[in-house]
Structures are given as structure tokens and as C-alpha cells.
């Protein structure tokens, strides 16, 4: 997979599981017991995120790079 889409990943207590996020693909996200899992889950779910809106025939987002947080 060759994903461009800044990936957030960090420690959820609640869940007791590392979170990763794609803050430009709405819903997109995933978990793990370890921060490589969560990130190679979260590589998974990009994937199908993109072929899922292929075929509803839906805009992918362009990816931006590093946004900028205040």
C-alpha cells in the first residue's frame, strides 16, 4: 500500500488498545495491541475505505500531507 494520508496513533486508556486515525478519510480508523498493529490495521482500513468509495462512486480525498493543528 502506497497511503500519503497523514495516520494519528495513540494510547487509548479506555480501550486499553493504541488508536490510529486518518483525520482526512471520514470514520477512518483502527486499533491494535500495539502501535505497529494499530498502524498495519489502520493500512487495512484505508484500503477498503478507498475501494468503498470507488464503488459508491464517492470523491477520495487528495491527501494533504501534515495538517496543521492550533
Known amino acids: 500500500m502506497n497511503s500519503k494520508y497523514e495516520i494519528i496513533i495513540y494510547w487509548s486508556k479506555d480501550d486499553k488498545a ?3 486515525e486518518v ?3 471520514a470514520g477512518c480508523m483502527s486499533d491494535g495491541k500495539t502501535y505497529q498493529e494499530a498502524l498495519t490495521n489502520v493500512q487495512g482500513v484505508i484500503e ?3 475501494e468503498t468509495a470507488e464503488d459508491l462512486g464517492r ?3 487528495v491527501p494533504k500531507g501534515r495538517l496543521k493543528y492550533a
Open 18 to 20: 493504541f488508536i490510529a
Open 23 to 25: 483525520p482526512e478519510l
Open 48 to 50: 477498503e475505505w478507498i
Open 59 to 61: 470523491e477520495i480525498p
